[in-house]
Nanobody, 125 residues
Framework: QVQLVESGGGLVQAGGSLRLSCVASGRTFSSYTVGWFRQAPGKDREFVAAISGSGGSTYYADSVKGRFTISRDNAKNTVYLQMNSLKPEDTAVYCC??????????????????WGQGAQVTVSS
C-alpha cells in the first residue's frame, strides 16, 4: 500500500512559478512510476507528466513541455513538479499517482493504482 500526499499548490500570477511535491509512504518507492494529472472544473482529467522509478525516463504532455519539469528524490520518497511560465489555463487540481514499474508513456490515469488527494493551482491573468 502506498499513500501519496501533495503539497505546494496556491495562487500565482500568469508567468509565475510553483513547485508541487508528492510525498509517498512505503519502502519500495523507487520501483514506482509516478505521474501528475490535473483536472479543471468541467473538464476531464488530463495527463501532465510522468517519471520512472529511477528517474531516468520522463514524459510530458505537449501542453506543458518546455514549461514543467518532473523530478524525484527517492531518498526522500518525493516527486516534484516544477511549473514555470504558468498560464491561466494551467488552473486545476493537480494529483500525483503511482504504479509499480509502469511505462511513462502509458498516460491513461485509470491504470495507476494509488492517488493523492490533490492540490489546487490557480493562475490569475
Amino acid at each position: 500500500q502506498v499513500q501519496l500526499v501533495e503539497s505546494g499548490g496556491g495562487l500565482v500570477q500568469a508567468g509565475g512559478s510553483l513547485r508541487l511535491s508528492c510525498v509517498a509512504s512505503g519502502r519500495t518507492f523507487s520501483s514506482y512510476t509516478v505521474g501528475w494529472f490535473r483536472q479543471a472544473p468541467g473538464k476531464d482529467r488530463e495527463f501532465v507528466a510522468a517519471i520512472s522509478g529511477s528517474g531516468g525516463s520522463t514524459y510530458y504532455a505537449d501542453s506543458v513541455k518546455g514549461r514543467f519539469t518532473i523530478s524525484r528524490d527517492n531518498a526522500k520518497n518525493t516527486v516534484y513538479l516544477q511549473m514555470n511560465s504558468l498560464k491561466p489555463e494551467d488552473t486545476a487540481v493537480y494529483c500525483c499517482a503511482a504504479r509499480p514499474n509502469w511505462p511513462v508513456r502509458q498516460i491513461q490515469g485509470q491504470y495507476y493504482d494509488y492517488w493523492g488527494q490533490g492540490a489546487q493551482v490557480t493562475v490569475s491573468s
